[in-house]
Structure formats: C-alpha cells, structure tokens
C-alpha cells in the first residue's frame, strides 16, 4: 500500500472521529434545549423559546470566533440549522409569510428562521399581519424595499392601521432565472410569465434575449412558475426555490440586471424585543403641516449623530396632502441617546409611533 493511500486512509478515520464529536455534541446541545424549555414552562406555561436577540448575539459570537476555512456566513448558517432543529424540539415556530409556497419571502422566512420552521403561505399582505394579530402564528415574513425596485407600499401602509412590532429583519440576494418545464419547445418561447417587480429588475436581459416574447405578469414568481408546467411555448423567471418545488430547468441563471439585487424583509411579530447589542429602530412620524417640519423631524437625530438608514414619506389617511414618515436608524429603543431622541421627536410630530426595536440583520 502507498504512503498516499495510508495517509488517505487515516484523514478518513480521522473524519469519522470527528463526524462522531460533531452528532454528540449536537445531541448534547438539544438534550440542554429540552431542559431549557422545562425550566420555562416551570415558571410560565405561556413562556418565549424564540429570543430573537439571544440568537442574533450566539450568531456574531460564531461569526466573530470562527477562523476558516469556511467564511463566517456559512458558518453561521449551520449553527442557525442547529439552533432552529433544537428550537423545534422545544416548541416548533409556526411562520405566515407572503405566499404562495416557494416565493422569494418563503426563502427569506426559512433562512431567517431555519428549515425546521412551520412556515404558512398567505395570499397577501395584509393576511399575514392578520395571522400574527390573531396569535395563529408566531411571527410573519413581508418584504419591505427592493434595492432596486425601492419600497414596497404596501407593507409600510399597512403597518398604519396595525399594532403589529417589527422583531427582525432579513437580507436577501435575489437571483432571478428563466424557468422551462421537460414539455417546453425552448425555442418556440412566446411568452415569459413573472411578478411585475421581476419583470423590471430583469428588464435588460429581457430586451436583449426575448425582445418579441409577450411578458405576462402575474400575483408571484412561483405562480408564475406553476404556469409554465402547463405551456409548451411560454417560460417563467422564478428563483431557486420554485425551480425546485416545480420541477423546472434552468434556460438561464442570474439573469437580474443588477449583480447586487437583493430584498430586505421584516419579522413581524406581537412582542418588544430586547437589546442585542448591535440594533436598529423603525418608527412612523405624522408632522404638523408647517414650514419646516422636515428639518425640525431630523434636526434631533443630526444632533445626537444617531445614523439614519431609511427615510420614506406616505400619504397620510387623515387628510389630503399630510404626508407620514417611516424611518429607521440604527440603535434600540432603551439606549439613553435613543430615548432623547424620540422624546424631542415625540413633542415636535402631531404623532409617533415605534414600530420597534430589533437586532440588525446578521445573514
């Protein structure tokens, strides 16, 4: 036997070994788990397993040891796995989010949240807010802006008339393809099917690949990708997700325009989350209709150097041409500087609303 064939031989056991550590060490963490949840349901029968913050600080913490060869991020998603399977084991998250099944936001929810989420499709918006509202679910996955495609207005409009806190968030990269089925004549293609949004961040490639195809718009991309299951001339642009859950091939990958297109969607849920160390805010502001409202609304953050990240302005329902600000800036609530802040805000604004304070996004 050669020299490389023994030392072949012993990197192989010595994965065995460590495959071995790994599965008891994973098992040790879920039997601890299970002893957390016991503990919680001992001191309250209406106990919170999912803690938001506790899980965004494990997460950095993982990032921040790790030393390779894996990057930070992927390492982080395998603890995310653990921490969701161990999370099920206590008490499985039960997940609305804008549907139908194998949407962009379904992808968000699971990533957030991990595989061993129970995630429910709703047929709109304002339906997962209203799951969340009603304690059928735990928490809801909407998007929110499309770096892009920009704001989505529904999601913001709807936060108006809802109690609902905002508890997380998550970034996502969209990679559009076009989809065909084993029945398409690919080059028959005389018709594209895909969300409106899709169609304009794809827009370019279109033109140039399919300038005379009819572009059909339709609810999502994964009705979009359900469609074309039934054509033999037309094609879909969906993403991973609903190629796999339908079965489709692959004509062309990553056709977006933009190499960095990605989506930020919100965690919704009914509970304050508390500090993990690296936060954002998200607050609505009504002005009084007056010469210099705008300055007076920033002056304060300006002043305390609080880093706004976002600022989008809505028609306000109460009257014609008022205007409602929704911001978010990084920091949480209960940070001193914070609270100056929305105190000085909260005497110059008609209204002021936090719609919460939540870890910013660590994957």
């Known amino acids: 036997m050669s020299d490389t064939s023994i030392n072949l031989e012993a990197l192989r056991q010595r994965i065995d070994q460590l495959d071995d550590d790994i599965l008891r060490l994973i098992s040790e963490r879920a039997d601890c788990a299970q002893q957390v949840a016991h503990v919680k349901l001992s001191q309250d029968e209406d106990a919170v397993f999912y803690r938001p913050e506790r899980e965004a600080q ?204 990605s989506t930020r969607f919100l965690i919704i849920g009914n509970q304050d989350i508390p500090m993990s160390g690296e936060d954002k805010t998200s607050i609505v502001v009504a002005m009084r209709n007056q010469p210099g409202a705008l300055h007076d609304l920033l002056e304060p953050f300006h002043r305390h150097q609080i880093d706004m990240t976002r600022l989008e302005t809505r028609p306000s329902r109460t009257g014609v041409w008022n205007y409602v600000f929704f911001i978010d800036f990084k920091g949480h609530r209960d940070e001193p500087r914070v609270t100056a802040v929305l105190e000085e805000v909260q005497l110059r604004a008609a209204e002021l609303r936090v719609l919460g304070s939540y870890p910013q996004g660590v994957l």
């Open 58 to 261: 494990v997460l950095r913490r993982i990032m921040a040891l790790n030393k390779g060869p894996l990057d930070a991020e992927e390492m982080a998603r395998l603890f995310r796995e653990i921490m969701s399977a161990c999370l099920a084991l206590e008490k499985p998250i039960k997940v609305s989010y804008l549907g139908p099944e194998g949407t962009f936001t379904q992808q968000a929810a699971l990533k957030h949240f991990g595989e061993s989420a129970v995630s429910l499709p709703m047929a709109a918006i304002d339906e997962v807010f209203r799951e969340v509202e009603a304690g059928a679910v735990n928490y809801g996955v909407v998007p929110v802006e499309n770096s892009t495609e920009g704001v989505v207005n529904h999601t913001l409009d709807t936060f108006m008339d809802s109690s609902i806190r905002i508890c997380g968030e998550v970034v996502l990269r969209i990679h559009h393809h076009l989809l065909v089925s084993e029945t398409t004549r690919r080059d028959k293609v005389s018709r594209i099917y895909s969300h409106p949004q899709s169609f304009a961040q794809c827009r370019k490639w279109l033109d140039a690949h399919f300038p005379h195809a009819e572009r059909v718009p339709v609810s999502s991309n994964a009705e979009a990708a359900k469609l074309v299951k039934t054509e033999w001339h037309s094609a879909a642009i969906a993403g991973d997700m609903a190629a796999k859950l339908y079965n489709l091939e692959r004509v062309a990958e990553k056709i977006e325009d933009r190499p960095d297109n």
